[in-house]
């Protein structure tokens, strides 16, 4: 089972990316599913996460009002719509499946991660 993030790029200050995640297996379902980024030089952070359905949902302090998460179970892939973007929103975003039955928000309960999408907030 793998996953595969995509959708990351260059963009302006206020500009919008949707990042997709697609997981390879048929058990995406059964698994919360969460979102994280790293920036250079800094711990990889927890971003948004969504449960087995897209009802619940949470984000961090940063994101909130502006990103939102959300999942196609039967298209096995998880989305992150970023909007109103900032420099500090400039990372390598991950996807990441958690081993428990709830969101959480340190990268320790997660068994399976994408490889990455870079996103770069910049004028």
């Known amino acids: 089972v793998q996953l595969q993030a995509s959708g990351g790029g260059s963009v302006q200050p206020g500009g919008s990316l949707r990042l997709s995640c697609t997981h390879s297996?048929?058990?995406?379902?059964?698994?919360?599913m969460s979102w994280f980024r790293q920036a250079p030089g800094k711990e990889r952070e927890f971003v948004a996460g969504?449960?087995?359905?897209?009802?619940?949902?949470a984000s961090a302090d940063s994101v909130k009002g502006r990103f939102t998460i959300s999942r196609d179970n039967p298209k096995n892939t998880l989305y992150l719509q970023m909007n109103s973007l900032k420099p500090e929103d400039t990372g390598v975003y991950y996807c990441?499946?958690?081993?428990?039955?709830?969101?959480?928000?340190?990268?320790?309960?997660?068994?399976?991660w994408g490889r990455g999408t870079q996103v770069t907030v910049s004028s």
């Open positions: 969504v449960g087995r359905n897209s009802y619940d949902t």
């Open positions: 990441a499946r958690s081993r428990l039955n709830r969101v959480e928000t340190s990268p320790r309960y997660y068994d399976l």
């Open positions: 297996g048929r058990t995406f379902s059964s698994y919360p």
